[in-house]
């Protein structure tokens, strides 16, 4: 399966795919790709969807649903 990685390029207004795609760590622990624009050169850098970003809306809602949970105890 060939993999692609297309990214936002904000001077493009559109998206591109990466040239020398890497997958980076960001400050908040989530993982994303950064590669450059083909185009333009730009950096540009995709945030790896889907799971982190519901890990990190499940666990807030999950404390939140124990925290009601242990008061109603
Ligand atoms: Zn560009």
Redesign the pocket.
């Known amino acids: 399966m060939a993999e692609t990685h297309k990214a936002y ?4 207004r ?1 998206m ?1 795919e990466m040239k020398d795609p890497h997958e980076i760590t960001m400050k908040n622990g989530r993982k994303a790709m950064q590669g450059a ?6 950096k ?1 850098t995709r945030i790896m969807g889907g799971s982190g970003a519901a890990t990190a809306d499940s666990a807030a809602g999950g404390a939140a649903s124990s925290a009601s949970k242990a008061k109603t105890k």
């Open positions: 390029c904000v001077k493009d559109e591109v624009c083909p185009k333009c050169g730009t540009v």
